[in-house]
């Protein structure tokens, strides 16, 4: 379940709720001392902390108990919780599902300036990285891809298809091509993992270098589904190109990244 929904309504009651992680120790005056709740803003900022350490704890989508027990658990009104959960998804900790409940998000993957792939990426983030292959075909490059690659129109190319996984879950709709002149043997099984890894430790190939373009986009139909995010959603198209340290592109990509959990820090100087 990946649509996030800002109603206050935080879903039905259900007893099932996993509350192991959370600190359940009140908000009331005994344990913060009567001046921290002279203001609401002081409530809601504390249980807004309070619920941060404790979402540290929990898992990717494991539910949080809803609004109610949350003001109950911690002695504080429905419009503080309510408050507390709002700033909480507005940092991307949390999300809410119309009907169902709260949820812990997923950690977004921030790609920065430095050449990194994108298993590396998320490793940082503390997912197990994965790819799940849905095609891979040669094909003739047509004047697109060619100028991409830098071989002339009509040469054999692998194409590679592949969703790109974090802890089981989809993150980026991935389409790599490569040379097969250049790859004539490209083992499938090496498909799973990082194709940048992939090559350096089978081919000896090393990526040094690489242009990225980076656009807004709406995801739709089969795309939407594979993604796992509702028909329309937000994602980043990120077109790249890579070159070893001779200068030779070694491959050109597209890859479009759910604009829910990835995004790109830069640095930009003048």
């Known amino acids: 379940m990946t649509v996030e929904d800002r109603r206050s309504d935080d879903g039905p009651e259900t007893d099932s709720l996993n509350t192991d992680s959370l600190n359940t120790d009140s908000l009331g005056t005994d344990s913060l001392g009567t001046d921290s709740f002279e203001a609401d803003s002081f409530k809601h900022e504390t249980l807004r902390r309070r619920l941060q350490a ?23 009104s429905r ?34 300036s430095t050449l990194t792939s994108f298993s590396e990426d ?47 879950f989809p993150i980026c709709l991935e389409t790599v091509y490569l040379s097969a002149e250049r790859f004539p043997d490209l083992d499938e099984s090496l498909l799973k993992g990082s194709l940048s890894e992939a090559l350096q430790n089978t081919q000896g190939v090393r990526v040094v270098r690489a ?19 509702k028909e329309g959603s937000a994602a980043l198209l990120v077109r790249r190109t890579a070159f070893d340290g001779t200068g030779h592109v070694v491959e050109y990509g597209e890859s479009l990244c759910r604009g829910d959990l990835y995004e790109f820090s830069l640095v930009v100087t003048k």
């Open 211 to 229: 242009t990225q373009q980076i656009r807004a986009v709406n995801v739709t139909g089969r795309k939407a589904r594979l993604l796992g995010v």
């Open 54 to 76: 404790d979402i540290a704890r929990m898992r990717p989508d494991e539910a949080l108990p809803t609004e109610r027990r949350l003001a109950e658990r911690y002695d504080v």
């Open 122 to 168: 998320l490793r940082s983030r503390g997912y197990r990285p994965s790819a799940e292959l849905l095609a891979a075909e040669v094909v003739e490059a047509d004047l697109h891809h060619s100028t991409a690659l830098g071989v002339d129109p009509g040469t054999p190319l692998h194409r590679i298809e592949r969703l790109r996984l974090g802890d089981g």
């Open 79 to 112: 419009a503080t919780a309510r408050r507390a959960l709002q700033a909480l998804r507005e940092d991307g900790l949390i999300r809410s599902v119309r009907g169902v409940g709260t949820f812990v998000s997923h950690p977004h993957v921030t790609k920065t």
